[in-house]
């Protein structure tokens, strides 16, 4: 029993130590080693379920945020609070003893997971190097990917992306294409995009035109066509960390400006962003 004390408390330290070192770590760098709190990611992505999916055999790779201990533990699942020793010491002693411990409990949003309950667990599980862990998982539905990738950062990117897909409903519309943008207030534009769209379909047609009609008329003869040409150029290349969507947006401010000039009042939007493909995409 002595040895498997020393064993846990030797463990429990160099845990704690590791967590300092990489929070120190993270402040020069910048960037942040916090769990995600998931009460801030069912907010900000409108998440819906939990629909119950079983047992299953789950990466420890894949666990990103916890759903109470976000603060007791770094996005390693290294202890930061002193607090925790205790029960990480039952925890670790019992992995030592070869004792079975039930599921931990999961939260499963898109590829990643937060630990709902057996947050300890799974700090000790990966401190003795297990690679995987039995829980039991609950997952809620997303209207936007999260990957293991993801950091606190992202989700306020992701929160406005959700909240563009709730107002244009793109995504039910044309199922299975994704329209991501970087840009401050880009969701916003596209939005208007959309609107102004639907708008001159209206006047054109001498009647409303239904919402869902626009937006797929929208992204089937305005946006989708910048994108191809943008896509066939690999114009994104010169512009690192953007989005197609970004382009397209660049792409109608020069189409404005086309416009603007004498002779060049008829330009559509495939012919603008072959012409800013021509004017910005070389080396």
Not at 33 to 45: H, I, N, P, Q, S
Not at 206 to 230: C, K, M, N, R
Request: proline content about 5%; charged content about 25%; aromatic content about 10%.
């Amino acid at each position: 029993m002595k040895n498997f004390e020393s064993l846990s408390a030797a463990d429990f330290q160099s845990a704690r130590a590791k967590a300092f070192f990489q929070g120190v770590l993270s402040t020069l760098s910048g960037h942040s080693r916090r769990l995600l709190a998931f009460d801030d990611v069912r907010e900000k992505l409108h998440l819906g379920g939990p629909v119950y999916r079983g047992v299953e055999t789950v990466p420890l790779n894949k666990l990103v945020g916890s759903l109470n201990r976000y603060r007791d533990f770094d996005s390693l699942f290294l202890p930061t609070q002193s607090h925790t020793q205790d029960r990480w010491h039952r925890i670790n002693r019992a992995w030592y003893q070869d004792i079975s411990l039930p599921p931990v409990l999961l939260y499963k949003v898109g590829e990643v997971y937060f630990v709902v309950d057996g947050n300890h667990r799974v700090s000790v599980a990966l401190k003795q190097g297990q690679v995987y862990i039995d829980a039991e998982v609950r997952e809620c539905s997303s209207r936007v990917p999260l990957t293991s990738a993801v950091s606190a950062e992202d989700l306020v990117r992701l929160g406005e992306r959700v909240d563009f897909l709730e107002r244009s409903q793109l995504d039910r519309v044309r199922p299975g294409v994704e329209v991501e943008t970087t840009i401050l207030g880009g969701y916003d534009r596209l939005i208007e995009h959309i609107a102004v769209h639907r708008y001159f379909m209206g006047l054109e047609a001498g009647h409303e035109i239904p919402e869902a009609e626009a937006v797929a008329h929208w992204h089937d003869t305005l946006y989708q066509p910048i994108v191809d040409v943008v896509k066939k150029s690999d114009i994104l290349q010169h512009f690192p960390g953007r989005a197609p969507a970004d382009v397209y947006l660049w792409v109608m401010d020069h189409l404005h400006y086309l416009r603007s000039h004498p002779g060049l009042e008829s330009t559509d939007p495939a012919q603008a962003a072959s012409d800013f493909v021509e004017r910005f995409g070389d080396d």
